[in-house]
């Protein structure tokens, strides 16, 4: 695979009039030079992009199976809505994954565990003891800062040859005779991708939704949160010693739904001005606000197998399982939280078929929108978890994508043999 592998820069790009843009040329590129850019003529410039592997949403899990997919020696393309990398974690401000550990010892690593540790060093900052079992669970949470985890990511992205594609989003999705061509638009650009193999990592399977495959959802959700500090500096990274968050305050936004661009609106303003009346009530200053509220609750795909509570809380070992996810079920309500601990020795797992929408080829999905039940979800939706899911699935489109089949055809021993490779911990009998 490695002698297919083309990086960032050699991508092939295309201006609607048939120029190559792009080339090797940082010039071209960033369209630094005014004579090399086509002329708009009212239209957005159309861009054209060839690759192995296309990753929607560039979030917790995106960005892991973009690492992943990329280090595997597939091109890779992450399509991401926002600014920034990390989703969130880094742009909702829910800076603390967990849990890489369970009873006494690490059983997610990889590529996540790979960035988080890096940045935490990065930053002088403090790595919880796995060989200790917390009286709390959040207490081995770790705790990131959220401003430095995405460019360290952006520089693992570039290093592996991930391009980064931000402010674009998928509009349109078709069937080529080898895969998927998706249109994307972005401001004042006009994507036209070709790849053949597409991993949904927009939290809420919005890709899958596009393509009208199953997808389950409760008629109420859990609510979103927006994050913010009042009165004190925000301290990235370090977290306070509290149970709740290294950012003060997590205040409830009901009804928060990242389905589409209106219902995030919504959400973003609704939860803004619950910050204002809290401001003028405490009549503390605003020291921190996150850009976006965060969401716990959308949709969730109907793979081809459901991970029940049942599977979870008695930690079925799967056939088909690619990695391990551990937390309590966590579901919130209007009532509050009232976590759910895994009995003792413990340690769920997810199956790859979990990851593949009931009926479909060439998708996977990775993060909380992994096909399970509600309850299930509450637990698995945690973020190193969804990190390892994300691993998992680059794993496996990389290599579906070099064979030309889709991921379920692929005989586990060879996914499984990359993910060990990229220092995954796989789940065995
Ligand atoms: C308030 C709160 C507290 C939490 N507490 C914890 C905790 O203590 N510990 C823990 O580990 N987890 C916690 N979680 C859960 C965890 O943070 C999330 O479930 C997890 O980060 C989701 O990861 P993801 O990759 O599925 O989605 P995200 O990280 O949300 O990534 C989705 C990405 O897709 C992008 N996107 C969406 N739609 C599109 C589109 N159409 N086109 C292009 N891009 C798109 C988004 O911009 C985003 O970057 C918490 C969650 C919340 C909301």
């Not at 048939?18 to 004579?35: C, I, P, Q, Y």
Request: hydrophobic share 40%; net charge positive.
């Amino acid at each position: 695979m490695k002698a297919r592998h083309i990086g960032r820069r050699q991508f092939i790009q295309y201006a609607s009039a048939g120029v190559a843009l792009a080339g090797s040329s940082n010039k071209a590129t960033w369209g630094a030079d005014a004579t090399a850019v086509p002329q708009s003529k009212g239209v957005a410039d159309s861009i054209t992009s060839q690759t192995d592997v296309l990753v929607v949403g560039g979030g917790t899990a995106g960005t892991i199976a973009a690492l992943q997919s990329a280090r595997a020696g597939a091109r890779t393309l992450v399509i991401e809505r926002g600014s920034q990398l990390g989703g969130t974690m880094t742009t909702g401000g829910v800076s603390f994954p967990g849990l890489f550990d369970a009873w006494g010892k690490q059983v997610i690593a990889g590529i996540g565990w790979e960035l988080v540790k890096e940045s935490v060093e990065l930053d002088g900052g403090r790595l919880p003891d796995f060989s200790k079992v917390p009286n709390h669970h959040w207490m081995n949470q770790v705790h990131v800062n959220q401003f430095l985890y995405p460019i360290l990511a952006e520089e693992k992205c570039e290093q592996a040859g991930v391009a980064i594609a931000y402010y674009e989003f998928p509009q349109s999705i078709a069937r080529t005779t080898d895969g998927w061509q998706v249109e994307c638009a972005g401001f004042g650009t006009r994507r036209h991708v070709f790849c053949k193999q597409i991993i949904d990592c927009t939290g809420g399977a919005q890709v899958v939704g596009m393509l009208n495959l199953p997808r389950f959802r409760e008629e109420e959700t859990q609510p979103g949160s927006m994050l913010f500090l009042l009165g004190r500096a925000n301290n990235p990274g370090r977290g306070h010693g509290a149970p709740l968050s290294p950012l003060g305050i997590r205040h409830y936004v009901h009804g928060a739904d990242s389905s589409n661009s209106r219902t995030v609106t919504a959400a973003n303003l609704s939860g803004r001005r619950n910050v204002l009346a809290i401001i003028r009530q405490e009549k503390q200053r605003l020291m921190h606000l996150q850009p976006e509220t965060s969401f716990r609750e959308s949709y969730r795909i109907h793979g081809e197998t459901v991970i029940t509570v049942d599977d979870y809380v008695s930690g079925r070992l799967f056939e088909d399982a690619v990695c391990y996810a551990f937390y309590p079920v966590d579901l919130h309500t209007r009532r509050g939280v009232r976590p759910q601990p895994l009995t003792r020795g413990t340690v769920p797992t997810v199956p790859l078929s979990a990851l593949a929408p009931k009926g479909s080829r060439d998708i996977l999905v990775a993060g909380r929108c992994v096909s399970s039940d509600r309850p299930a979800n509450s637990g698995l939706r945690v973020q190193a978890s969804c990190m390892a899911m994300g691993q998992a699935a680059g794993a496996a489109a990389a290599l579906a994508a070099e064979k030309n089949i889709t991921p379920l055809e692929l005989p586990l021993k060879d996914i499984r043999e990359i993910l060990t490779k990229h220092g995954a911990i796989v789940p065995t009998a």
